[in-house]
């Protein structure tokens, strides 16, 4: 018998697998059409499970228009002509023009960015991603809820235009306090605030803002202590110079404000927004915080008329601001950050002179919750890509998704995911509560016994795990992204930008590593951990008693008896946290500072899941709580899987993995 010639395989034959598909993050019924529900089968529904149960624990049962978004933006982020945006921005970065062709400084347009970036600001605008927290007409849900899980499914998609949107929402919620106040000796500042809020709270592309935020300077980083920048308020007379000398509007015609900015920001993203809120040093002494437009007029002639019988927009240039480089990163590539040089810069004081540090905590709130809640959305599309791989992915004659020892790694990634996205959840929605009415928002939800009721409470156990949340969900999802890397192989650690770049984790990863860093890195926010529990104006003198482990106990105590086991270590945490504090110094709690911002995070992200699985219980659920809370004990504790039953545990292994809850479990197992 002639043996067959040996076939070499090339570029374009040979092995060539299934390639995966990425399917919509979450899924909601009441958007499906009546054919496609009697079609669904086995893990048909939402392919990202925390976003259901996140919705089902925050919201009420008749928010369908705010679930039907979630529906409608999850497909969105996946589509072809959206994510050839993203591709664009990410291959083709900012790039700086400091000079005009004969070499004078290029005031006009010294930043271009790319199309795709543009579009994708754009889409954001349109889609609400910031601008549905500030719909003050909706009362019955929880808008915070609303607006990051809208940024959840987005924002991996968005590239990094998350981060202008987070400092736009930071800007909305500190200006929004200001706004009405007496104008002083600042006559118009009303005027002007009110119309920058209502373009960074706005949803059409041609009106909405994004806002910068800039604090860091280089001798402090995220401590604004050594600030040098310098703000001098100007006479009436120089005011009036200004004006005569055609510089006295701002590109959207609102007057320039009485205040003359100079100094240098050294660390500033999103450097293409409309306007900034800086950090100043003033002659009273302390640092104020400031409002500027990025751009003034030049000149105080009409526009004129082009050739197609348009106006033309008014000549502009940047607001005494002159972009000295770009920061080259490893990640954000596609997110101009830029080092400024400020020198007469006009601008408006937000609130009273000397307490900008306080006022501008409110956009610090605001981003230090978005990067922990960012980092949570990148870990769940970095799984969602590791999902549509294991589905494909053969490995001695078999999918990954069948391999016992492969969906262990998996699931344990996949609790770790749950923990993290509960415990930033959890924190949006107490910002939320804040902001709106209890009765009205959080007494129809299943969240009634988890979010308090006072509005004191509430601020108080924010502040405190804010920061937490912020330091270990963002690290956590770094390790997490790792894992999905990994999950991939070679084809993870390539910049996969082919296909829409829906498989460039690297990307994510690279993007997400700055989410320890940016808005205080861990270490700085240990030390504001420590500043919290040592507050006596917080908690009646002891925030971590009648705040915190008050808190924590209701909780607990609303958990089903199946998790006696489980509720107790808990609580064994808490212990451990109290017995830290109680009587230690403040070098001692610095010096254990990551001690505590594990233990708070143990006992938060356990509380939570415990809690969501008693309200709404589920096998998979139930069992995601138990092994995470398991993992976290402080003794060790004896493995539930026995040498007999291990393959039984695969099974919920591959649950846990995929998805599946206990209705498309049963499903599964009769197909």
Known sequence: MTQRPLQASSSTSGFFQALPVLPPQYTSVDALSSSARSQRGPNNGSDDRVIDRVSSLYLPSNATDVTKHFHH???????????????????????????????????????WTTTGWQKLKEIGFEEGVVAVAYDKSKTIYNRRIYEFVLNHLWSSTGTMTGCPMSMTDGAAKLLGRHLGEPEGDQPGRNAVFQEAYRRLTSRDPNQAWTSGQWMTERTGGSDVSGTETVANRMSSEEVEQEVKAGRGIDAVGMPLGPWKIDGFKWFSSATDSEMAVLLARTAKGGLSAFYIPMRRRIGDKAPTANSINEEAPPTTELNGIRIQRLKNKLGTKSLPTAELELNGTRGWLIGKEGLGVKDISAILNITRLSTGAGSAANWGRGLAICRAYSKVRKVRGGLLQDNPAHLRWMADETVKYWAAAHFAFLGVALQGSLEQDWDNMVGDTKAAKLIPKDKTQVAALLRLILPVMKAQVSVASVHGLRQCMECLGGVGYCENNEDGGLMNVAKIYRDNLVNPIWEGTVSVLAEDVVRVLLDKRLGDGDILQNVFAAWVRGVLSSCAPAFKAEVAIVEERLQALSSIVRGATKDELLYRGRELLDHIHVIVSGSALLYDATVNPDTTTNEIAIRWVRSKSLRSVASTTTQSDWKSTVQTDKAIFLGFTDGEVNQASKL
């Open 73 to 111: 933006i999850a497909r969105v982020s996946l589509h072809p002509s959206v994510l050839v945006h993203a591709t664009d921005a990410e291959t083709n970065p900012p790039v700086l023009r400091p000079l005009t062709t004969f070499g004078e400084e290029n005031k006009n347009d010294p930043l």
